[in-house]
């Protein structure tokens, strides 16, 4: 590919609900520029962009994939990205290095549950978006309901630039409101015309409306307009472009990708009105080709022929071949050695990369997705890449011993590639969980566990760390005495229990008098106290907020030993536990959920259903309400997808630990019997 100036580079993240036709925009976009022959199909696997095994078979993205092409003199790096809202952290990640945003909206089915999160998460982070009205030749396409619901979401920055000509199978072209032009296409061929007769009042008024709505911006430009003087169309562009960099001013075009229809109209708004890394206001670093050069990783892959590959844009200066860096996280210092352009799994190796341009590099041994690397003094400060949080478990262990062998490093790998992924060992379950943002997240990890890194596994929902604790107080005596020829074992040990307060802990203390057990024994017997709370008590969980007193006990002269004490203090513990009328504490979660207003009281009702205690609901604006209510965890195992299916996707939940809670009694046995069949 030719090499570019910063000022001549667009990096546009293609974003929207699922189905929407994003990668056949994509693949569209591709053939217009003569990068491809012909475009290909997401049903039949030969797109570029969906390249992954994983994405073939399930006919869908569930990764960003970096699609560069060149455009009437410009670099136009096209970032394809899921629409499943289970792969909403790529859509994150897209963003973090995009410039500019189109929402590519379906004309049949309006504005989406998926359209409207990433419009969230870019407007969070001031990211300059348009829009793409796709699927106009589908049955039930409707351009200006789309254009109304778009307008209601997102409000009143929301500004067509182009109206289709003909509807459903009749849609032909599309109307400039800019030039009051028209573009007629014929096999993805077009030409240039007159705006049909049957739509001249309409377009000449929408495009009134239009050309008012721009020239209120610059002062100069209003000033010539109420004169009489009506501006050139390079005149709007430029004054519109300013409302688009600075995410005030939403443009919307329209086509179909599918039959190629003004996907050229798109690619010259996108280099026309789109910002290049330039002009994007306080953006830092200034993204200076001169200065000195430091990277943003923002994707890592694993890729079968060179191993992990990634993926960055140039936040300041050039990037050339063999350029050694300091990663800002590990303290390390990498080498770039051949940084390569990527075209889905296509590697094109590049004598240089400028700043605000993305490209790739193998085999970075210490680096991982988000970190910086930059000239070594140096301090680069980017934004986090914040993702959705993985909160939907399951427990996964080797299907044979050599699997599990294998499993830690396959997991670690796993994470390099999505750490949209969670991987946490649970001490008290002796569980490994693999945590994801929804089931079809979870599946394509596990998928890829198995085709990639050849390690099979066995899954189970996680299990809820219970905990045990006493009610009352009790005593008991541990006696710990063998004899097997030689030196015996002795150690006789006296203590009390009694409940803290929740939340306490474990406490030790002594009484001994006289000597009744040397000083040098008692850390033992404390020692074996501990571990057997750790064994787990009555109900088979581990023991917590106890305090027991070392009362008495006795000792050998020669048989006597701190593994001997240690013993009788394991066997003391669980004889005064039993007589301490032990119970089941239960963990309960803090669960806060942004949703509609509309489904307020279906997720009112479903909370409390899970035995939820709700402690406030306040506005959260935008229609929105919030919840917060402590749910006990046990309650919680699938309630992310559960959520999801409740208020169509449109709920949003975090989950935090709170505290222990006494397990109610109606609960005992079935809890109780669920851990003995683990």
Not at 113 to 130: D, H
Not at 349 to 366: E, F, M, P, R
Not at 484 to 498: K, R
Request: hydrophobic share 45%; charged share 25%; with cysteine.
């Amino acid at each position: 590919m030719a090499s570019v100036t910063t000022d001549k580079i667009r990096n546009v993240a293609l974003v929207g609900h699922a189905g929407s036709g994003k990668t056949t925009l994509a693949e569209a976009a591709l053939h217009a520029a003569g990068v491809i022959n012909r475009p290909g199909r997401v049903e039949d696997g030969t797109t570029v962009s969906d390249h992954d095994p994983v994405e073939k078979a399930r006919g869908s993205s569930v990764g960003l994939s970096v699609l560069p092409l060149d455009w009437k003199g410009h670099r136009v790096n096209l970032v394809d990205t899921p629409g499943e809202l289970d792969f909403a952290g790529e859509v994150h990640a897209a963003l973090a290095v995009a410039d500019l945003a189109v929402f590519v909206v379906s004309a049949v089915e309006g504005v989406e549950v998926g359209t409207m999160a990433a419009w969230r998460v870019a407007a969070e982070a001031g990211v300059p978006r348009m829009v793409f009205i796709n699927k106009l030749d589908r049955e039930r396409a409707d351009f200006d309901r789309t254009l109304a619901e778009l307008r209601d979401r997102f409000g009143a920055g929301v500004a067509p630039l182009e109206l289709p000509i003909g509807a459903e199978a009749a849609f032909s072209g599309v109307a400039d409101l800019l030039s009051d032009t028209a573009w007629f296409y014929e096999a993805g061929v077009a030409t240039h015309g007159e705006i049909p007769a049957d739509m001249e009042d309409d377009e000449h008024r929408v495009h009134d409306n239009l050309v008012e709505g721009i020239v209120v911006a610059d002062d100069a430009l209003m000033a010539r307009y109420l004169d009489g003087d009506v501006p050139s169309v390079e005149e709007l562009e430029r004054t519109m472009a300013v409302g688009v960099d600075d995410a005030t001013v939403f443009p919307v075009v329209c086509g179909s990708a599918l039959r190629e229809v003004a996907v050229d109209r798109l690619l010259d708004f996108i280099c026309e009105i789109g910002p290049s890394p330039l002009e994007r206001p306080g953006v830092s670093p200034v993204p200076d080709a001169s200065a000195e050069p430091a990277v943003l990783v923002f994707k890592t892959v694993a890729d079968q022929f060179v191993g992990a590959v990634s993926m960055f844009k140039v936040l300041s200066g050039t990037v050339r071949a063999d350029d050694h860096l300091h990663n800002q996280r590990t303290g390390a210092d990498e080498r770039l050695h051949a940084p390569f352009s990527l075209r889905g799994a296509e590697h094109q190796a590049v004598g240089q990369v400028v700043a605000g341009d993305l490209a790739a590099v193998a085999k970075l041994s210490n680096t991982a997705t988000g970190d910086v690397l930059a000239a070594r003094g140096a301090t680069v400060s980017v934004p986090a890449i914040v993702r959705p949080e993985p909160l939907l478990g399951l427990a996964v262990r080797g299907a044979s011993q050599a699997d599990d062998d294998k499993l830690a490093e396959a997991l670690h790998r796993l994470l390099d590639e999505d750490p949209g992924l969670n991987v946490t060992r649970h001490d008290d379950t002796g569980e490994t969980v693999l945590a994801g943002v929804g089931d079809a997240h979870l599946a394509v990890a596990l998928d890829r566990l198995t085709r990639r890194y050849g390690v099979e596994v066995v899954t189970d929902p996680p299990r809820v760390g219970y905990r045990e604790t006493i009610t009352a107080s009790a005593a008991a005596e541990g006696r710990h005495k063998k004899q097997s020829g030689g030196h015996g074992q002795f150690g006789v040990v006296s203590i009390t229990v009694a409940p803290t307060g929740r939340g306490e802990g474990f406490v030790f203390s002594d009484r001994i008098v006289g000597g009744a057990i040397s000083r040098s024994y008692i850390p033992a017997v404390e020692k074996g106290i501990v571990e057997a709370m750790a064994a787990g008590g009555v109900f088979g969980f581990p023991v917590v907020d106890v305090a027991v007193e070392l009362v008495d006990g006795k000792e050998h002269s020669v048989d006597s030993s701190e593994a001997a004490f240690k013993a009788a203090g394991r066997l003391a513990f669980r004889e005064a536990l039993a007589g301490a009328a032990p119970v089941i504490l239960e963990p309960v979660n803090r669960v806060t959920v942004v949703v509609p207003i509309e489904v307020q009281g279906d997720v009112l009702g479903d909370l409390n259903a899970r035995r939820g205690r709700v402690q406030q609901t306040d506005a959260a604006g935008d229609g929105e309400q919030e919840i917060v209510a402590l749910v006990p965890a046990a309650e919680l195992g699938r309630y992310p997808v559960e959520l999801r299916s409740l208020t169509g996707g449109r709920g949003r939940l975090t989950i935090t630990f709170d505290h222990f809670d006494l397990l109610p009694a109606n609960l005992v046995d079935q809890v109780r019997a669920g851990a003995a069949a683990r």
